[in-house]
Nanobody
Framework: QEDLVEAGGGSVQAGGSLRLSCAGSGCKNRRYSRGWFRQGPGKEREGVAGISSDGTIAYGDVVKGRFTISQDNAKNTLDLQMNNLTPEDTAVYYC????????????????WGQGTQVTVSA
């Protein structure tokens, strides 16, 4: 079992930055795939950024060059640095983990956090 808790959401103006953090309750140094997803109003949940169990990093096309994902296996944490935010980035952001290799192009992941709201105003 892996409980995930997100933090760092909030409101920001367009062009601003936010940093999201996700803390996992499971064993440290466990080689899970970990990722960030988001779900905007009236939209399906989509992958934002992920680190698969083999260390491969992937970003959604709309966030490439603006968002950076990082993890600390010793602390069992996953961060998402979001820069140059736009109103289209407004969504609930979810942290996720999967016991095996997984990409962000599917939402069939094992564990999910409760989500944190990010609101970007024009």
């Amino acid at each position: 079992q892996e409980d995930l808790v997100e933090a760092g959401g909030g409101s920001v103006q367009a062009g601003g930055s936010l940093r999201l953090s996700c803390a996992g309750s499971g064993c440290k140094n466990r080689r899970y795939s970990r990722g960030w997803f988001r779900q905007g109003p009236g939209k399906e949940r989509e992958g934002v950024a992920g680190i698969s169990s083999d260390g491969t990093i992937a970003y959604g096309d709309v966030v490439k060059g603006r968002f950076t994902i990082s993890q600390d296996n010793a602390k069992n944490t996953l961060d998402l640095q979001m820069n140059n935010l736009t109103p289209e980035d407004t969504a609930v952001y979810y942290c996720a983990a999967h016991r095996y290799q997984k990409t962000i192009y599917t939402t069939l992941w094992d564990y999910w956090g409760q989500g944190t709201q990010v609101t970007v105003s024009a």
